[in-house]
């Protein structure tokens, strides 16, 4: 399911100090020469060049917009969960000076102001006047008036648009990135994740008896679960697991009766943050005793922010589900 949350930005400055050296002769040239060099140096590190990146810079977000910075972001509201977990994992945590209402990761986002969800709350915004604004698609869509009203601020507002595969949220990490000044901290997530998902992928390469594997993003009475298009099913592809579902695409909702139908040899749930016991319930529904993944008690909760949530830590829970369904490969 889908997160909402909004974001906002501001009007800012720092950077750039602007030096006079007077140049003479002798030994005052050879001084005027080092506080050259090192006005250089402190040029680089304010417009981000420590970072092999310089402003002003125009990118293009998720809107097809141009969008152009003209100086490195100091502060930053961020309305979209995922685009927090970016911008704190690039090491921006104290630029960060607003969130979305759901915001949950790292801990030390829950210390942030609130800033709304699906509706911004555009007062809030304009006190905290960030450099930018991460919002979603969502919002360009169904609030452009107060984007407007952003950017007529000083705002500059960067539309993170909807992820459903790895390449997406590498694609959102190396947009988040460039608007903050942070590509070379970006590339370093963009190159771990990509080599711990290519040894996942490498070591479930030698599985010849592939596992049916059921996803449940939502409890009984509504089932829902996730088909193609959607990070799970990504997920199960590249640990050689089917996805009992692939025959559907993206989130839909099935009856008791179609999922027993598919004999799946694993169950996945990721409700256990507000359901309690899911395993249990699931172990205890009626007419499910036959389904392999219950007779041989293979029911498992995972953390639903690590496999649903666009963000970094969707590489954990790669790593999770590899462990859960195929332990004699993996938990080696």
Same mark, same amino acid.
């Given at each position: 399911? &889908? ?34 060099? *090192? ?46 977990? #970016?911008?704190? @994992? $690039? ?18 986002? $829950?210390? &942030? ?11 809030? !915004? ?7 604004? $991460? !919002? ?15 950017? =007529?601020?000083? #705002? ?36 771990? +994740? &990509? ?36 990070? +799970?099913? *990504? +997920? ?7 996805? @009992? ?8 909702? $099935?009856? =008791?009766? /179609? #999922? !027993? ?5 694993? #169950? ?7 359901? /309690? ?41 790669? =790593? ?13």
């Amino acid at each position: 399911m &889908k997160a909402f949350f909004k974001k906002w930005g501001l009007l800012s400055a720092v950077f750039l100090v602007s030096m006079v050296i007077i140049v003479g002769c002798g030994t005052q040239k050879k001084t005027a020469q080092s506080e050259t060099n *090192e006005g250089k140096e402190v040029s680089q590190q304010e417009t981000g060049k420590e970072s092999g990146q310089s402003f002003p810079i125009t990118l293009t977000d998720d809107a097809g917009r141009e969008v152009t910075i003209e100086e490195k972001p100091e502060t930053i509201v961020s309305i979209q969960a995922s685009s927090t977990e #970016i911008a704190f @994992a $690039l090491g921006l945590g104290d630029k960060i000076v607003g969130v979305s209402d759901y915001d949950n990761y790292p801990p030390e986002a $829950l210390e &942030k102001e609130k800033v709304g969800a699906q509706d911004i709350n555009i007062e809030r !915004v304009l006190t905290l006047l960030p450099d930018i604004a $991460l !919002v979603t698609d969502f919002h360009y869509k169904t609030h452009p008036d107060t984007l407007k009203q952003f950017e =007529e601020a000083g #705002i500059k507002v960067i539309v993170v648009g909807s992820a459903a595969s790895f390449d997406d949220v590498y694609h959102n990490i190396e947009m988040i990135g460039s608007a903050t000044g942070s590509e070379t901290e970006a590339n370093e997530i963009i190159s771990d +994740m &990509k080599k711990r998902f290519s040894a996942i992928k490498e070591k479930a390469a030698a599985i010849k008896d592939k596992k049916k594997v059921w996803v449940e993003v939502a409890p009984a009475p509504d089932i829902f679960t996730t088909g193609t298009n959607t990070f +799970m099913h *990504e +997920m199960l592809e590249s640990i050689q697991a089917t996805n @009992a579902a692939e025959e559907h695409e993206g989130w839909v909702k $099935l009856t =008791e009766e /179609e #999922i !027993v139908k598919l004999n799946p040899d694993v #169950i996945i749930t990721t409700y256990g943050y507000y359901v /309690e016991n899911p395993k249990e319930q699931v172990l205890a529904r009626k007419g499910w005793a036959e389904v392999p993944a219950l007779k041989n008690k293979q029911v498992f909760d995972v953390d639903n922010d690590t496999v649903t949530r666009p963000g970094p830590r969707l590489i954990e829970g790669v =790593e999770t589900l590899a462990e859960l369904i195929y332990p004699e490969v993996f938990k080696q």
